[in-house]
């Protein structure tokens, strides 16, 4: 479901996308990825509110998301909280400095 929803946000089909994750989020509440990204499919498709609301609990969810952080600092910004937005990307900024390139679940072992 997922990367069928990334298939269609890329070719700017919201409404599809919108579809799919909802689908992802129903098998998988906690999809932080899923959570991403609704969230910003409903900032273009201007509804700004549920932006938010889902991107909070994104963060919630992971607070040590930068990706979630950056998208909620966008969408406050959209709505002209620019105090709240500031400290949403100042704290993605702070998180991705200390994030890995590479997640560590992707990393062979190596003995």
């Known amino acids: 479901m997922f990367m069928r929803a990334l298939i269609h946000e890329h070719k700017h089909e919201f409404v599809e996308a919108k579809k799919y994750y909802d689908n992802a989020i129903a098998i998988n509440p906690g ?10 499919v409903l900032h273009y498709m201007g509804n700004i509110v549920l932006a938010e609301k889902v991107l909070r609990e994104a963060v919630n969810i992971d607070p040590t998301s930068h990706q979630s952080w950056n998208s909620l600092g966008k969408v406050l ?28 679940t992707s990393v062979p072992r190596v003995l």
């Open 31 to 40: 999809h932080i990825r899923s959570l991403q990204h609704l969230g910003m």
């Open 77 to 104: 910004e959209s709505q002209g909280e620019y105090e709240a937005a500031s400290d949403c990307l100042y704290t993605a900024v702070e998180l991705e400095s200390t994030s890995p390139i590479v997640p560590f």
